[in-house]
């Protein structure tokens, strides 16, 4: 048994894997806090082969950091949850998990028992995240101002990009928004090459087999190909016989004269999983049939969704074509695009969709822009479900004096980890106040006295003057169900933390002679 970091010296013994922890989580936060706010500035990564990210957005600055310490991808963790679940807010999340380790380390080692340091902590997120889900205000649909307002801020105040995820949204629908299984950043998509655009209905980026041809927008019947496009086959024992030898040239016979039923339905499109045979490749040529091959599997979806497609194996050529017509989708326009080399599909009769394309002049900005618009919509999405907070840290200031005055009802020692919550949860507020250049202890405490006698939740902080103001009256908000995930994410990386007490390193399997 070898531990990461022995430890020889007493008095250190008891909290030295602690201080070692919160030491990883701390390095970790001090690495994207710098890019908070309005003022947050941006983060330069380099690989190692000379390649380089600007970027300030948290999760792609913590996915691609180099780390090694255990207690530090416990945090990484956190900013992975929130951008699966919600899709935006990891910043928030990464600072206030570190806040809560800081706060909850700072009272462990005045000498409060850990577990009712932890006990405490989870009793303050959940009493914090009661509060703020009572202050949530309600969209009131696609045209509600502050819709675009949340978009705006999400998207780092790109008035363009809002501008294209607002557009994007009025497309889909509310309904299509609220579906649970739906996200709408993974209709945004990105090329250096492309203008930014909304585009009603689907781009496949995928090259035509045959793109010699020219396909201009034409309406076409889709067939879908959860397959390869190709004659079935035996296997290679049973190919070695007379009778397999046989078998597999009937089987060649009959896909060739299948292949007439696609001109006698008027197929326009046909998209496979798979590969595509030499021979029905010539075949769509001679007619006229696009054929895109190698789509995967979670486009294959899409496209049946938006066309009415059914999907089939290649055995199913062999139904007749009355039958073979039930597989087929619709789309009252396709066309192959060759400056971004992809196929557009629009007007489909199935399902509503679009596609938000995000354009730029080099790899690298496309590349920021598109993470970008991918946390405006992720943002819009989650308003729209949940409603929304003042932003600027304005809301959790006023959960944070809740906290405080429910601390003074606890009698136990929970209690300091209640204080550890509220204390945490000022902390995005002060590390917004720091990024815009002012003083945090000042203007913490400002806003803490101007909410306490105005009697409201929506005061911050001005970053381009340094006043108090309404951040409602000012559209500065956030959705809610993002500060509540990330609070949530936050608080249970922190109490994971707080309770270990040493870390071993695991010994290696060893290998069998």
Not at 2 to 30: F, M, W
Not at 185 to 205: F, K, M, N, T, Y
Not at 357 to 381: F, K, P, Y
Not at 385 to 403: D, I, K, N, T, V
Request: charged share 25%; net charge negative; glycine share 10%.
């Amino acid at each position: 048994m070898s531990q990461i970091k022995p430890v020889t010296h007493e008095g250190d013994d008891t909290y030295a894997t602690l201080l070692n922890n919160a030491g990883a989580i701390r390095a970790i936060c001090s690495a994207v806090e710098g890019t908070l706010g309005p003022k947050g500035l941006d983060t330069m990564l380099v690989g190692g082969q000379g390649e380089v990210i600007i970027t300030n957005d948290g999760v792609t600055i913590l996915e691609k950091m180099d780390v090694t310490h255990p207690a530090a991808r416990l945090l990484i963790q956190v900013a992975r949850s929130q951008q699966q679940q919600v899709g935006d807010g990891t910043t928030t999340a990464t600072v206030l998990a570190g806040a809560l380790v800081a706060e909850g380390v700072a009272q462990v080692t005045r000498g409060v028992p850990v577990a009712k340091v932890v006990r405490g902590i989870q009793q303050g997120v959940a009493a914090a995240l009661a509060s703020l889900a009572k202050r949530s205000r309600r969209i009131e649909g696609l045209k509600d101002p502050l819709l675009y307002r949340i978009g705006y801020i999400a998207g780092r105040e790109h008035s363009d990009l809002a501008e294209l995820v607002l557009n994007g949204a009025q497309r889909l629908g509310v309904h299509k928004l609220q579906e649970e299984n739906f996200r709408f950043a993974d209709v945004v998509v990105s090329h250096s090459r492309a203008v930014s655009e909304v585009w009603p209905g689907l781009l496949i980026q995928k090259k035509p087999v045959n793109s010699q041809l020219e396909f201009p927008p034409d309406a076409a019947s889709v067939l879908v190909f959860q397959d390869a496009f190709e004659p079935e086959t035996i296997d290679e024992e049973a190919l070695m016989t007379e009778a397999g030898f046989q078998k597999q040239m009937q089987l060649k016979e009959q896909f060739r004269k299948s292949l007439e039923k696609l001109v006698e339905l008027q197929v326009g499109l046909i998209i496979a999983d798979r590969g595509v045979n030499a021979e029905a490749e010539q075949f769509c040529t001679d007619h006229g049939i696009m054929v895109v091959q190698r789509v995967p599997r979670s486009d294959l979806r899409l496209v049946c969704e938006y066309t009415g497609a059914r999907p089939i194996r290649r055995s199913g050529l062999r139904k007749p074509s009355s039958e073979l017509a039930g597989y087929l989708g619709f789309a009252g326009r396709v066309s192959y695009d060759e400056r971004l080399e992809c196929v557009r599909m629009a007007e489909g009769k199935g399902r509503t969709q679009v596609t938000i394309v995000v354009g730029a002049s080099t790899s690298e900005v496309v590349g920021e822009r598109l993470r970008i618009a991918r946390d405006a919509a992720s943002a819009v999405q989650a308003a729209l479900r949940g409603g929304c907070l003042p932003g600027g840290g304005a809301a959790e200031m006023a959960a944070a004096y809740e906290l405080d005055r429910l601390r003074e009802t606890i009698q136990g020692m929970e209690g300091f980890g209640v204080a550890a919550v509220a204390q945490a949860l000022r902390k995005p507020l002060a590390q917004i106040v720091v990024n815009a250049g002012y003083n945090p202890l000042e203007k913490v405490e400002e806003v803490k006295a101007a909410q306490i006698n105005a009697g409201t939740d929506a005061l911050g902080v001005d970053c381009d003057t340094g006043a108090v103001i309404d951040m409602l009256e000012h559209g500065v908000v956030d959705p809610a169900h993002v500060k509540l995930h990330a609070l949530q994410a936050a608080g249970e990386v922190a109490a994971a933390v707080l309770r270990i007490h040493t870390v071993i390193k695991m010994k290696q399997p060893r290998a069998e002679e």
